[in-house]
């Protein structure tokens, strides 16, 4: 039996203008290109994919499900610029075979910096979710799956205002030097942690760990006519999920959303394999009597049916980003570690502002340092930093992809100046 959990990550920045030290306006982001990209997106990827997954979850009879993790960031943009797109994940979450994964709301690095900004971006993520999906998150999925053992505890320690339990779970990488010999495609649990953490829990914190070669065979290298298991069918790939039968029993393919029709173009075939995959996993495992062994479940489904076979032990931090599956896409060198501390820096500014205009009863003052408070938290936006990096070679080419600027420079430049006058703002308030 494979069970295939089968999570996106749904994500657009609120990418910045050029914004030049002889710039004094408070008007950082650039909207037209935002809503560009966003309506580019919606057209390529975001309508017709979850048009089709929606028709798969009702082809198959609930027995294909999904989920998300979508950020606040691409929400807030889909209600302004292609609010029919939020009506398709409605759909998806009606059927009751869609769960919505917790992220930070602004998909930031605020674990990295701040335990308090990182808790308040959770609580409005999980908010933002209950209102648009009615659906309370049970399983956590950080920024760019940056994930260490003090995450875990973090997470784990959670819970809810009645007491109980926050999350179930977490999704992270499944990383080779920390796994060893082992397979990704179980459940696992963190090191062991105080024992207050396991209160109100009937079985330990979970861990689902990505099956980065399969899932990059889909998200990576699907197009590429230069692998040689070029042209993947959905038939190959199902018997490759169907491989993992006696070394494991969990499938846990995780990739960006825009794998479909933006990463991967509608002509490569990208949508006709999605299409075909749940029926050709149910059929190489299909039995006389027409049943099938395989399925697809989600994060919680997965947490609950099945135990943890031992801790998976992540001192550092990892990441699913590049081949080293670490941090240096974000914090790997001078420019980024400058723009993370400087930005962090602001938090008490800001939020002190916030707090003495509330208390002033000036709304206007109110509504500017709102204003700032909300700037200030789209550029802890892990996307910012990633502009930054100065890698070559394949991971290089993976970041100029991405880029709106010419160089890293350019971005770490450009963010500099809007972050000066967001410091000016946070004076004057």
Not at 46 to 51: D, H, L, N
Not at 244 to 269: K, V
């Amino acid at each position: 039996m494979a069970s295939v959990v089968f999570y996106f990550q749904v994500h657009q920045p609120h990418r910045l203008r050029r914004y030049s030290v002889f710039d004094t306006d408070p008007f950082y982001f650039e909207d037209e290109k935002n809503g560009a990209i966003c309506r580019k997106v919606a057209e390529k990827c975001y309508r017709p994919a979850t048009s089709l997954i929606l028709d798969l979850v009702r082809r198959h009879g609930g027995n294909f499900r999904v989920s998300y993790a979508i950020t606040g960031t691409v929400l807030d943009q889909f209600e302004k610029y292609c609010p029919d797109v939020i009506d398709l994940f409605v759909q998806l979450a009606e059927t009751g075979c869609c769960e919505f994964v917790g992220e930070t709301y602004f998909h930031s690095l605020s674990f990295l910096y701040s335990r308090e900004e990182f808790e308040e971006q959770v609580e409005m993520h999980t908010k933002k979710i209950q209102h648009l999906f009615g659906q309370t998150p049970r399983v956590f999925r950080n920024t760019e799956l940056i994930y260490s053992n003090e995450l875990a505890h973090k997470l784990a320690a959670m819970r809810s205002a009645d007491g109980a339990p926050r999350f179930l779970g977490a999704l992270c990488e499944g990383v080779d030097r920390h796994l060893g010999y082992r397979s990704p495609n179980y459940v696992y649990t963190p090191p062991a942690y105080d024992p207050v953490f396991r209160e109100g829990r009937e079985k330990p914190f979970g861990l689902l760990l990505k099956n980065y070669q399969l899932s990059d065979d889909i998200a990576f290298r699907f197009s590429n006519r230069g692998w040689n298991e070029w042209p993947l069918s959905a038939e190959k790939f199902a018997e490759w999920v169907h491989q993992i039968n006696g070394n494991g029993y969990i499938c846990n393919l995780f990739m960006d959303y825009e794998t479909f029709g933006e990463h991967q173009w509608a002509d490569t075939g990208i949508f006709q394999f999605l299409d075909k995959l749940p029926e050709a996993v149910f059929d190489v495992a299909k039995k006389s009597d027409g049943t099938t062994e395989n399925h697809f479940i989600t994060p919680t489904e997965a947490f609950t049916h099945f135990d943890s076979v031992g801790e998976y032990d992540v001192p550092e931090y990892i990441s699913w980003a590049d081949t080293e599956r670490d941090l240096t896409a974000w914090r790997g060198n001078a420019m980024q570690w400058n723009a993370l501390e400087e930005i962090f820096r602001l938090e008490k500014t800001v939020k002190d502002r916030f707090i003495e205009a509330k208390g002033s009863g000036d709304q206007k003052r109110v509504e500017a340092a709102t204003y700032l408070l909300e700037d200030w938290r789209k550029l802890t936006t892990s996307d910012h930093f990633y502009y930054m990096c100065t890698k070559f070679w394949a991971d290089g080419d993976v970041h100029k992809y991405f880029s709106p600027y010419d160089s890293p420079y350019d971005g770490y430049i450009n963010f500099m100046n809007v972050l000066d006058n967001v410091r000016t703002r946070a004076t004057t308030v």
